[in-house]
């Protein structure tokens, strides 16, 4: 007749031996279900008990299958771009995987490169592919076919996407609140005998060449923004040489408060800012990027109102000044935006990519998903120089900008490490003029 009480305690005895000692507590317990359940002749503790040990047996494994990859991780990243070349090439010569497509993506790529020249020395040979790959980013690219040989990068680059969506239309949405709380200010200090139509913006009066407005050049940068972003509201400062069509000496605004300093306007801005995010927050994840604004317009459109003075009947409008550009990439204002933004993920990942290129896979890995280098470029202005009030005022500067930095400088690492592996695997594949077959594959 067999002592299940001896077993439990020969059991817990080997299975100490040789598990994680984090595991001994759960060994002691399977030994008390089991002896108790002998004991006391208990068929359910003993059942408890065997489910127990069961458990520990399970969990014993997933150690040892965690240990295993923990100590061949390196050697498994290092052998990521071999291991991929030998896949796809095998795919490739199988005809299971054409990539005509991606050639003639990188041709277009090379063509739109040398006839945009620029300095690009710090991607070297890269340059044609990165400037491709940033502008496949791009959410006003949404449409457009990602290379086959992104097979495995795919939901990596729609992620990107999603992530450059969100910053450029808060930064709409920032810009359209400036506008508003400008106007809201001039109507509460102006008599209405003075204001001329002239001083409410583009979706207050319904006017054609309100849409070409100062607000939606593209000359604007988020690091070096003047006390307020370039309005479409142009007013010309008091004795001023020239004076704007909007301006023309009808409105003598107020001496400024303490209210209106630019440290109670960055909190105001700030706590807008905050206020939003959290709104988005609040959207559901499953939806796509641009249903999910286009669902939030009225929400965002009311939340806006109710940091300015504007007048109630300015809100249908307003709102529906949101909702087209929020959710029509054709809108001057989006595409001013988004091209701003575009020329700072390329002058940050130009840095990052010059940085990468001469890594190891392993290295590459561990500076990419873990540690961060220095910032580059955190506190330049937009012609790549060093600004000096940015640099004094690091410590002011707004949480909008603060975020939109921190998340430039984010996509840029994630676009640099899946460029440069990407890179590694295929240009001798696809894209450089070169044989499949002479390659050194094994």
Same mark, same amino acid.
Request: hydrophobic share 40%.
């Given at each position: 007749?067999?002592?299940?009480?001896?077993?439990?305690?020969?059991?817990?005895?080997?299975?100490?031996?040789?598990?994680?000692?984090?595991?001994?507590?759960?060994?002691? =317990?399977?030994?008390?279900?089991?002896?108790?359940?002998?004991?006391?002749?208990?068929?359910?503790?003993?059942?408890?008990?065997?489910?127990?040990?069961?458990?520990?047996?399970?969990?014993?494994?997933?150690?040892?299958?965690?240990?295993?990859?923990?100590?061949?991780?390196?050697?498994?990243? =290092?052998?990521?771009?071999?291991?991929?070349?030998?896949?796809?090439?095998?795919?490739?010569?199988?005809?299971?995987?054409?990539?005509?497509?991606?050639?003639?993506?990188?041709?277009?790529?090379?063509?739109? +490169?040398?006839?945009?020249?620029?300095?690009? %020395?710090?991607?070297?040979?890269?340059?044609?592919?990165?400037?491709?790959?940033?502008?496949?980013?791009?959410?006003?690219?949404?449409?457009?076919?990602?290379?086959?040989?992104?097979?495995?990068?795919?939901?990596?680059?729609?992620?990107?996407?999603?992530?450059?969506?969100?910053?450029?239309?808060?930064?709409?949405?920032?810009?359209?609140?400036?506008?508003?709380?400008?106007?809201? /200010?001039?109507?509460?200090?102006?008599?209405?005998?003075?204001?001329?139509?002239?001083?409410?913006?583009?979706?207050?009066?319904?006017?054609?060449?309100?849409?070409?407005?100062? %607000?939606?050049?593209?000359?604007?940068?988020?690091?070096?923004?003047?006390?307020?972003?370039?309005?479409?509201?142009?007013?010309?400062?008091?004795?001023?040489?020239?004076?704007?069509?909007?301006?023309?000496?009808?409105?003598?605004?107020?001496?400024?408060?303490?209210?209106?300093?630019?440290?109670?306007?960055?909190?105001?801005?700030?706590?807008?800012?905050?206020?939003?995010?959290?709104?988005? +927050?609040?959207?559901?994840?499953?939806?796509?990027?641009?249903? %999910?604004?286009?669902?939030?317009?009225?929400?965002?459109?009311?939340?806006?109102? %109710?940091?300015?003075?504007?007048?109630?009947?300015?809100?249908?409008?307003?709102?529906?000044?949101?909702?087209?550009?929020?959710?029509?990439?054709?809108?001057?204002?989006?595409?001013?935006?988004?091209?701003?933004?575009?020329? /700072?993920?390329?002058?940050?990942?130009?840095?990052?990519?010059?940085?990468? /290129?001469?890594?190891?896979?392993?290295?590459?890995?561990?500076?990419?998903?873990?540690?961060?280098?220095? +910032?580059?470029?955190?506190?330049?202005?937009?012609?790549?120089?060093?600004?000096?009030?940015?640099?004094?005022?690091?410590?002011?500067?707004?949480?909008?900008?603060?975020?939109?930095?921190?998340?430039?400088?984010?996509?840029?690492?994630?676009?640099?490490?899946?460029?440069?592996?990407?890179?590694?695997?295929?240009?001798?594949?696809?894209?450089?003029?070169?044989?499949?077959?002479?390659?050194?594959?094994?």
């Amino acid at each position: 007749m067999a002592d299940l009480e001896k077993v439990a305690s020969w059991l817990s005895g080997v299975l100490k031996l040789h598990c994680a000692p984090m595991r001994d507590e759960w060994v002691d =317990e399977m030994y008390s279900e089991l002896s108790n359940g002998n004991r006391n002749n208990d068929m359910a503790e003993l059942v408890k008990g065997m489910r127990s040990l069961l458990s520990v047996l399970e969990a014993m494994k997933l150690d040892v299958a965690n240990h295993q990859i923990r100590c061949l991780r390196p050697m498994l990243i =290092e052998d990521t771009v071999h291991f991929e070349q030998r896949f796809f090439y095998k795919k490739i010569a199988a005809n299971r995987l054409d990539i005509s497509g991606a050639r003639l993506w990188y041709a277009e790529a090379l063509r739109c +490169n040398s006839s945009a020249p620029q300095d690009t %020395r710090s991607f070297g040979e890269m340059a044609a592919f990165f400037a491709a790959l940033a502008k496949l980013i791009l959410p006003s690219t949404a449409k457009e076919t990602i290379p086959n040989t992104f097979l495995f990068d795919e939901e990596r680059i729609i992620k990107l996407r999603s992530d450059m969506l969100d910053a450029i239309n808060l930064e709409v949405c920032m810009r359209l609140y400036d506008d508003l709380d400008r106007v809201s /200010r001039i109507t509460s200090v102006t008599p209405s005998f003075v204001s001329p139509p002239t001083s409410v913006p583009s979706y207050v009066v319904d006017e054609e060449s309100s849409v070409h407005s100062n %607000r939606n050049s593209g000359d604007f940068s988020f690091l070096n923004t003047p006390p307020s972003r370039p309005s479409s509201l142009a007013l010309s400062a008091c004795g001023s040489t020239t004076s704007s069509p909007r301006s023309s000496g009808y409105i003598t605004l107020q001496p400024p408060t303490s209210a209106d300093t630019a440290e109670s306007k960055t909190d105001k801005d700030n706590t807008v800012y905050d206020s939003l995010v959290a709104l988005l +927050n609040t959207a559901p994840q499953s939806q796509r990027p641009q249903q %999910r604004w286009q669902g939030l317009v009225p929400s965002i459109a009311i939340q806006i109102f %109710r940091y300015t003075n504007a007048p109630q009947d300015f809100l249908p409008r307003f709102e529906a000044k949101l909702a087209q550009h929020l959710c029509e990439m054709n809108s001057d204002l989006y595409q001013a935006v988004e091209a701003t933004f575009q020329r /700072r993920i390329m002058r940050s990942l130009s840095g990052r990519a010059k940085d990468f /290129r001469s890594l190891s896979s392993v290295a590459l890995f561990s500076v990419a998903t873990g540690g961060r280098m220095g +910032n580059s470029g955190s506190t330049r202005g937009e012609d790549g120089g060093c600004d000096p009030s940015m640099a004094s005022e690091a410590g002011q500067m707004s949480r909008e900008e603060g975020a939109l930095q921190e998340l430039v400088e984010d996509m840029a690492v994630r676009l640099a490490h899946l460029g440069i592996l990407h890179w590694r695997v295929w240009a001798q594949l696809a894209y450089l003029e070169e044989d499949p077959d002479e390659m050194d594959i094994e």
